[in-house]
Nanobody, 121 residues
Framework: VQLVESGGGLVQAGGSLRLSCAHSGFAFDDYAIGWFRQAPGKEREAVGCIKNSDKSTYYYADSVKGRFTISSDNAKNTVYLQMNSLKPEDTAVYYC??????????????WGQGTQVTVSS
């Protein structure tokens, strides 16, 4: 399994970014892709995930509910993280992995290399 994130950058508070996670190598369709982030000096946290089997989405970080949306395009083998109304506290390196929970992702998951998101005030 390979995962490659893209789409990060510098944005002003209140702006939007869309991150992409291009994936390959899944042998079956019942996979999940999770988004995680790690801010400077903080532990990595789970943002949310999407399950490919039924396209159900889950958002774990209360701070992103209502602002972030996860979606997928199977034709492009890509999962997206649409981030709106960005805040300086959203500044972090964002990762995708093939699991919904941080525990599972860190234990047995495959990770992308991460993409930096910086939100200026």
């Amino acid at each position: 399994v390979q995962l490659v994130e893209s789409g990060g950058g510098l944005v002003q508070a209140g702006g939007s970014l869309r991150l992409s996670c291009a994936h390959s190598g899944f042998a079956f369709d019942d996979y999940a892709i999770g988004w995680f982030r790690q801010a400077p000096g903080k532990e990595r946290e789970a943002v949310g995930c999407i399950k490919n089997s039924d396209k159900s989405t889950y958002y774990y970080a209360d701070s992103v509910k209502g602002r972030f949306t996860i979606s997928s395009d199977n034709a492009k083998n890509t999962v997206y993280l649409q981030m709106n109304s960005l805040k300086p506290e959203d500044t972090a390196v964002y990762y995708c992995a093939d699991a919904c929970t941080l525990l599972a992702a860190e234990a047995v998951g495959f990770w992308g290399q991460g993409t930096q998101v910086t939100v200026s005030s």
